[in-house]
């Protein structure tokens, strides 16, 4: 079975800092996906990570995956506000299986 | 830009009733899904849909469970006789491809009392 764990789950964070979402999941696969929800709100897509050695860079988030590792990151660079969200990691599973596998998300709270 | 819909936002229903929960893909994907968030956690899989017919279904996805596209636009998730552990919010979400970057619709918001 496959599992996907984030951490942290939560995170409180001033803006202006640094911060790393880690994802860690268990079985092989090449392909990984982080999504942003906002409260209330559906998931919105932030990067496709196909590839070992992927790296995707988007204003102030940059994400990477390891397969060999079964690692993904995403990094949050001098943090603004508007940053503020849940974050989730989903995997889906060589072989082509179709669903993805999500994370628990990493709740993220960016104060002034 | 395209993007996915579902109706309704929000429906209540009363348990052992039976619910619809419908969504238009964006018109040129041919993978479509279902999945659901129970307030607070996780998404959860459902089911993936291609060529009329399911290619994969998770445990949730029991017999009290249905999905078709009855047209050329909508895809519909049936719950035939509802618990009160039904009460989520489902996504519906589709893709180009199968490995395809998935684009997920608002969300239905299920109460069942």
């Known amino acids: 079975e496959l599992k996907v764990e984030q951490n942290p789950l939560f995170l409180s964070m001033q803006e202006g800092k640094n911060y790393t979402i880690y994802c860690n999941y268990s079985?092989?696969?090449?392909?990984l996906y982080w999504y942003r929800q906002d409260p209330g709100k559906s998931l919105e897509s932030l990067f496709v990570?196909?590839?070992?050695?992927a790296v995707k860079q988007e204003g102030r988030l940059m994400a990477s995956l390891d397969t060999k590792a079964r690692l993904s990151t995403l990094h949050i660079t001098a943090a603004v506000h508007d940053l503020s969200a849940t974050y989730f990691c989903?995997?889906?599973?060589?072989?082509?299986?179709?669903?993805?596998?999500f994370g628990k998300g990493t709740h993220l709270i960016i104060q002034p | 830009e395209p993007e996915v819909t579902q109706t309704p936002s929000h429906q209540v229903t009363q348990m052992g009733q039976e619910v619809i929960l419908r969504c238009v893909p964006i018109s040129n994907h041919l993978y479509f899904y279902w999945y659901r968030q129970i307030l607070g956690q996780k998404v959860e899989f459902l089911v993936s849909f291609y060529n009329n017919e399911i290619s994969e279904k998770s445990e949730i996805f029991d017999d009290q469970f249905s999905v078709e596209r009855p047209d050329g636009s909508n895809f519909t998730l049936k719950i035939r006789s509802t618990k009160l552990e039904d009460s989520a919010m489902y996504f519906c979400?589709?893709?180009?491809?199968?490995?395809?970057?998935?684009?997920f619709g608002p969300g239905t918001r299920l109460t069942v009392l």
């Open positions: 079985t092989t696969s090449d392909r």
């Open positions: 979400a589709s893709s180009v491809t199968r490995a395809g970057e998935q684009f």
């Open positions: 989903a995997v889906d599973k060589r072989g082509g299986a179709d669903g993805l596998t």
């Open positions: 990570l196909l590839s070992n050695g």
